[in-house]
């Protein structure tokens, strides 16, 4: 794609920052469709390299890499779309500020080939914390979850022979960060004390389906997936509330804690 | 196939460097999941061609490279034209960067292209650093970096790996002029291969294997070949 005349000045005039900000942010993305330049390549290139780690990219860390944040926001949407087209990466803003972003593959790995060996512990550790957490609700007060690996011989404060010796930080800080786990604190009630709950991260519902939950837990308790209906049920329903038309079975036979199914009120 | 090949480049950019034994152990359940026909030999190469137009523009390359020490081809994913500085991991310390820098410059200045295993560790200057990484950590980067193809090792000794044959050529073509020559037949970058038992300048072995068909002289000093091309 030739760039235009108008563009090519303003590239040259990349240092000229007081003729930018004259620009509104409707006027420059409004502009000529971006072409390919080297802030494009530098900025494609900065997110690929970042999302390795899986921790969200801070918007003006990615700014920082090009010119200006003007220079930025122009080509966000074509990044965009390269990211999408040649490598299948959706770049999704997370909710609140400051403005990040997470990369996330339009399809989940085929096999644990395609990752680094590290790579392949932590997720066969994040599947075992995310299939309880489903199973039991989609929110698990921390001490149960350290208690439920403690029974699958996982320590969280010791030297694991497979996982190594930083479990307690792979899930408190490694998992929270990449956003595959969200932990918060809360009360059941005024009189108790604080707690700390794990409940699946914006990542893991983006990345995961919880079919494909399923077929892990299946496969970790060798128990046929329609073993798992209930709970499957379940954690669709919490997402989707509005979805939950009549109130079934499932409800009373599944433990749940703080997880509240006002049907009545829909 | 679309979507195989984004996803065969994600693993590719993830991996790094593949031998083809991880390729197929990719490809397989990869082509298995999309109901297509795996391509292999030629179809592989044609398909990574394919894949490799496509982030050109990028400055990026998926290329195959035969490594002079394994004997193995590797497919490496690289950026192209980078230095060791551009080399910018998150989660990797200033220290970090610099230690990476500083391993490339060792192999560099060898003029054999290799160094033992201990000095990787030993006489590091680390230039305005408050905390040099432990030994454990620089232990733990050099794994981490043969893993990605940044380096090779081979008979207990550390080695130029493929992603730095491709992704450095330019740099280590014009930061070590005394040490890191071009193939005088091919002009590509040689390092270890062979060399002439006269001016003791190194060449591709395939390249003077082809040149020795139908003359029998050293290309670079004129005198006559004598050195044994097997291995």
Redesign the interface.
């Known amino acids: 794609m030739a760039s235009t005349s108008r563009n090519a000045s303003r590239r040259g005039n990349a240092r000229n920052t007081q003729s930018q900000s004259q620009h509104t942010q409707s006027q420059i993305l409004e502009s000529t469709p971006m072409a ?1 330049d080297n802030q ?2 530098t900025l ?2 900065f997110i ?3 999302s ?2 899986k ?1 969200p990219i801070k918007f003006t860390d990615l700014t920082a890499s090009v010119d200006n944040r003007n220079e930025a926001i122009k080509r966000l949407p074509l990044v965009s779309q ?1 990211l999408e087209e ?4 959706k770049l999704i803003q997370l909710d609140g500020a400051p403005k990040r972003y997470i990369c996330v ?3 989940p ?3 644990t ?5 590290s ?1 392949q512990k932590h997720q066969a550790l994040l599947y075992i914390i995310l299939t309880y957490i489903f199973l039991r609700g989609s929110k698990i007060e921390d001490e149960k979850l350290y208690a439920m690996l403690t029974m699958m011989e996982i320590d969280v404060h010791e030297e694991h022979g497979y996982f190594g010796d930083d479990i307690f930080d792979m899930i408190n800080d490694t998992f929270v960060n990449q956003q595959y786990l969200r932990r918060e604190r809360s009360q059941l009630s005024p009189y108790d004390d604080p707690k700390t709950f794990f409940s699946w991260g914006p990542r893991a519902k983006c990345e995961i389906t919880y079919p494909e939950i399923v077929k892990f837990a299946s496969k970790l308790f060798n128990q046929d997936v329609s073993f798992f209906q209930q709970q499957l049920m379940m954690a669709e329903g919490v997402d989707n509330p509005e979805m939950m038309e009549t109130p079934n079975e499932s409800i009373d036979n599944t433990e749940s804690y703080d997880v509240t199914m006002d049907t009545d009120s829909q | 196939m679309e ?1 195989v090949k ?2 065969f ?3 590719c ?3 790094s460097s593949l031998d083809h034994d ?1 390729i197929d ?2 490809l ?3 082509c ?2 999309h109901e297509v026909t795996k391509p292999v030999n030629d179809e592989l190469k044609e398909f990574v061609a394919e894949i490799n137009d ?2 050109t ?4 390359s998926l290329t195959f490279v035969k490594h002079p020490i394994s004997g193995k081809e590797y497919l490496v994913f690289a ?1 192209t034209d980078a230095t060791p500085d551009t080399h ?4 990797m310390t200033a220290a970090e960067c610099q230690y990476f820098a500083m391993i490339l410059d060792k192999l560099g200045n060898q003029e054999d292209g290799h160094i033992a295993w201990n000095e990787a560790y030993s006489e590091l200057n680390f230039k305005a650093v408050a905390r040099p990484p432990s030994k454990l950590r620089m232990q733990a980067l050099i794994q981490q970096w043969t ?1 990605m193809g940044y380096l090779l090792e081979a008979n207990d000794r550390l080695y130029f790996g493929p992603r730095s044959l491709v992704e450095f050529e330019f740099y280590l073509r014009f930061n070590f002029p005394e040490t890191i020559k071009p193939c005088h037949l091919c002009k590509q970058l040689v390092l270890w291969d062979i060399k002439c038992s006269d001016c003791g300048r190194k060449i591709h072995r395939e390249c003077i294997r082809k040149y020795l068909r139908t003359r029998s002289n050293c290309p670079t000093c004129g005198k006559k070949w004598t050195t044994r091309l097997s291995q």
Do not use: F
Not at chain 1, 86 to 89: K, L, V
Not at chain 1, 113 to 117: F, W
């Open positions: 390919i494009v390549r494609i290139n690929l390299c970042h390795a780690n921790v390269l040649t490598y299948g990466i593959a339009e399809a790995v085929a096999s080939a395609e990752l680094t060996s790579q | 979507m984004r996803g480049l994600r693993a950019i993830n991996r991880l152990n990719i397989t359940p990869l298995a999941h496509s982030i523009k990028l400055s990026q950026i910018n991991y998150p989660g893993e």
